[in-house]
Structures are given as structure tokens and as C-alpha cells.
């Protein structure tokens, strides 16, 4: 009788078993966020203290996030720390934006979103997979698929919304990216303790330059279609970039806010995506008998459905995984409202101007919320058991009026590029590779992870 293999646990900070002291938590919060949680995050519905920047509310439950995040929305605004973080960098993108600007922003890119347009994507997201899989033909051995996964999905985002026409070159795209957030993306403890914005952050003094080198690439691509525009108008494609463009006027976004969200889009939107699939890769290549269940399927729906539209719905095996992958590590790990008037749920009170943290770094690892929260088991997504998983304790994307535009379009484009890839190559994990998640806005590898790429 075969046995079952134990499931693979993949590397993660333990939760404290003590809190750690006022400056700890300071050095640990910039670090690595990953790392402050201690075991009554992972048990607790919720927990009410007083942190260093005043009342703080780590909320667990799924019927406190569905009030936080939908039935009680309105009453919510973006918290002051996590704005001080994205900000600088995202000025009026869709992730920062409110009131107002985040209604223009939100409308002017609804059209690109829609089912319609995301099949339309499928053969461009192929073909730009298929290119760039290439390269393991030519250079088989050891490669970096974290370092890879950020150029793929770079390269399908720029075919797909953008038409293959976004100024700058790829390789230096996913260097500077890497610098952005070792930088300007990590909390700043001054942010931490809410001092006021005229103090000097040293995280984003050193992020200056590479904050340019993005705002450059925005600018130049801006300019290329807008002289397309004007020369030729019946001859451009009606791509993200276009319609943001055709957006701009009195009633609707100005060109700061377009540039804001192109930023957006080509920074953080690509980035989310691609630390997700390193995640899945890793996972997979420590869980051969998933791999196995995976790759077989890949091949049989390839073999029967050339049409790349079908796959996310003939692939639940391989979806289920990339979910898993997700739920272990999911690209935006917290988030972060502030109530704008003091409310009570059920026997919790929510002071006003309190740090409500919706984690999914957390949720997705409670005690009460999963079996063996801690091990890769893609079974938990496998059709007739992802039914069974409350809304509102899995949020890769999130949820509410916030809730990722970009959701379904990273799924399609994860299936098919897991489909090329796992089709036509193996990927293993190496002596060196150790990677370890750290919060950097999204969840990153440190160290990468450098794997051997084999042919099928």
C-alpha cells in the first residue's frame, strides 16, 4: 500500500512566543514585518493593543475583514503609515488614490479589465512565453527563477498593455526594481512612529535615484504614444496605455495621475505576479508528487486545447497549486485601513485613527482557519474543496471596492506561463537554494531562488 508523503513545509518566520521590546520591534518592522507576528496573531480572532504609534488592531476573523473591507468600507481610508511608504512612489496610482481621484482612476481603467479584454490578452501572454522559455533551451543549469519570473511577466505586461512599447530595457527594469523596494519599499521607522513628514527618511533618500529611473521610463513612454497619437490616430492600439490616455481631460484623470498609474502597473502590478510564480515553482520543485499531478495535467490539456482562453478552467490542478503558492506567500502581505470615525464590532472597539491590519500573511497561516496551516497541500483549492473556503480568509487580491482590477488578468496570465514552462521544462531545487520570505511590499525571496533547469 503506498504512503502518503508528508506534506512540504516551506521555509517561513516562527511566531514569537514573546513581544518583542519597543526598539526590537523597530529594527524587525524594517527588516523584515514577517518576522513581529507571534502566536496569538496566528490563534486570535482579533487582537486590540497599543502599539508604538498609537491603538492597533490585528483583525483575523473573516466577518471583521468583510466589515472592515465591504459592509463598513466607507468608513475606512488608506492608513497613514502604509501611505507614507507607497506614496512617494505611487503618488495618485490606483493602489493610493482616494476619494476622488482613485473614482477616475478606477473608471478609466475598467474597460481594459473585462473579460473580453483579458481573453484578448491570452495569445500575446503565449507568445511572450513561448519567446522567452527560450532561453532554458540555450542555457540549460542553474538559473534564478526569481530573477526570471520579473522579467517574463515584464515582458508579457508590456506586450499586453502596453503593445511592446515601453521605453527603457528589461534587464536594468528588473535591477532597479529590485533596488526600489530594497529602499523605498520598506517601512521607514519614522513612518513607524508617525513623525512628521517634514523629517528626513533615509529609506527614501536612498531610493531618489531609482525612484527617477522609473518616473524617466514613464515619462518617454508617455511621450512615444502621444506623438503616435497625434501623427496617426486611426492606427494605434487600444491598449491600458491608450485608454488612460484618451481618459485625460477636465473630467478625467490629468496627466500626473496617468503617469501615476502607469508607474503602478509596471512596477507593483508586474512585481505581484512574478514573486507568485517564483513562490509556485519553489513549492512544486519540493513537492514532486504535486509537480507530477501538475505537469501531467498541463500535458493532457495542451495536447487536446490549443486555445489558451480554456486553460485556467481545464487546469484546477495546476491553478489549485499556484492558489497554495499564493496562500503560503502572498504578493502583498498586509493590509492597512484606518477608521475615519471610532466604531465597535460585536465586543471590539475600533478607536478612530487606529492601525487596522488585515494581514494575509497572517490569515492565510491561522490556526483556526486552516488545517496544518503551514504545508503546501494544493488539495485545499482542488474542485469540491475550495467551495468550502470562506471569501474572507483567503485574499491574495484582496476584497471590497478595493479589490485587485488586475486579479483576473495575473491569473490567466499564471496558468499559461506555468503551463509553457512546466510543460516543456523540470525546475529543481539546488544546494544554494535557501530562500527565505521577507516583506519588501511584496513577499520576496532573499537570496533568490537559483534552481536546475532540465528539459522534459
Not at 540555450?138 to 512599447?165: K, N, R
Not at 503551514?374 to 467551495?387: I, L, S, T, V, Y
Request: glycine content about 6%; hydrophobic content about 40%; overall charge neutral.
Amino acid at each position: 500500500m503506498d504512503i502518503a508523503p508528508s506534506p512540504f513545509i516551506p521555509p517561513a518566520p516562527k511566531p514569537r512566543t514573546s513581544p518583542p521590546s519597543t526598539l526590537e520591534m523597530i529594527r524587525i518592522v524594517y527588516r523584515n514585518p514577517l518576522e513581529l507576528w507571534g502566536e496569538p496573531s496566528y490563534n486570535e480572532p482579533w487582537i486590540s493593543v497599543n502599539g508604538v504609534g498609537g491603538p492597533l488592531v490585528i483583525a483575523n476573523d473573516p466577518g471583521l475583514i468583510r466589515h472592515v473591507l465591504v459592509d463598513n468600507a466607507k468608513n475606512y481610508k488608506m492608513a497613514t503609515v502604509r501611505q507614507k511608504i507607497l506614496r512617494p512612489i505611487l503618488r495618485d496610482g490606483l493602489l493610493t488614490a482616494e476619494g476622488d481621484v482613485w473614482k477616475r482612476s478606477r473608471k478609466a481603467m475598467a474597460p481594459v479589465f473585462t473579460p473580453r479584454h483579458i481573453f484578448g490578452f491570452a495569445g500575446p501572454m503565449l507568445k511572450r512565453t513561448e519567446e522567452f522559455v527560450t532561453r532554458y533551451e540555450e542555457a540549460p543549469g542553474t538559473v534564478d527563477v526569481a530573477h526570471d519570473m520579473t522579467l517574463l511577466t515584464y515582458d508579457i505586461l508590456a506586450e499586453t498593455l502596453f503593445s511592446g512599447e515601453i521605453a527603457g530595457e528589461p534587464g536594468s527594469f528588473a535591477r532597479e526594481i529590485d533596488r526600489l523596494f530594497e529602499t523605498m519599499g520598506r517601512v521607514d521607522p519614522l513612518d513607524l512612529l508617525r513623525a512628521p513628514d517634514w523629517m528626513p527618511r533615509l529609506t527614501r533618500i536612498r531610493g531618489r535615484k531609482t525612484m527617477a529611473y522609473f518616473r524617466k521610463i514613464v515619462t518617454d513612454t508617455v511621450s512615444m504614444r502621444t506623438e503616435r497619437l497625434a501623427r496617426d490616430p486611426g492606427n494605434v492600439p487600444e491598449d491600458f496605455l491608450t485608454l488612460l490616455l484618451r481618459a485625460e481631460g477636465p473630467n478625467g484623470l490629468t496627466r500626473a495621475e496617468i503617469e501615476d498609474n502607469i508607474i503602478t502597473f509596471i512596477g507593483a502590478g508586474h512585481e505581484t505576479t512574478a514573486r507568485a510564480l517564483g513562490w509556485a515553482v519553489y513549492c512544486l520543485a519540493e513537492a514532486p508528487w504535486e509537480r507530477d499531478k501538475v505537469e501531467a495535467e498541463i500535458d493532457a490539456v495542451l495536447a487536446r486545447e490549443p486555445d489558451p482562453t480554456k486553460w485556467l478552467d481545464a487546469m484546477p490542478l495546476t491553478r489549485a497549486a499556484f492558489d497554495e503558492a499564493l496562500r503560503l506567500y502572498p504578493p502583498a502581505p498586509s493590509i492597512n485601513r484606518e477608521p475615519i470615525e471610532p466604531e465597535t464590532y460585536k465586543d471590539l472597539y475600533i478607536p478612530k485613527r487606529a492601525a487596522v491590519l488585515v494581514m494575509p500573511w497572517v490569515v492565510h497561516r491561522h490556526r483556526k482557519l486552516w488545517d496544518q496551516p503551514d504545508a503546501f497541500m494544493p488539495e485545499r483549492f482542488h474542485p469540491g474543496n475550495r467551495e468550502k473556503i470562506d471569501r474572507f480568509q483567503y485574499l491574495p487580491f484582496g476584497a471590497g471596492p478595493r479589490v485587485c482590477i488586475g486579479a483576473s488578468f495575473a491569473m490567466q496570465e499564471a496558468i499559461i506561463a506555468l503551463a509553457v514552462m512546466l510543460s516543456r521544462f523540470r525546475f529543481d531545487t539546488v544546494a544554494e537554494t535557501k530562500p527565505w520570505p521577507v516583506q519588501k511590499l511584496t513577499t520576496q525571496p532573499q537570496g533568490g531562488l537559483p534552481m536546475r533547469v532540465t528539459r522534459r
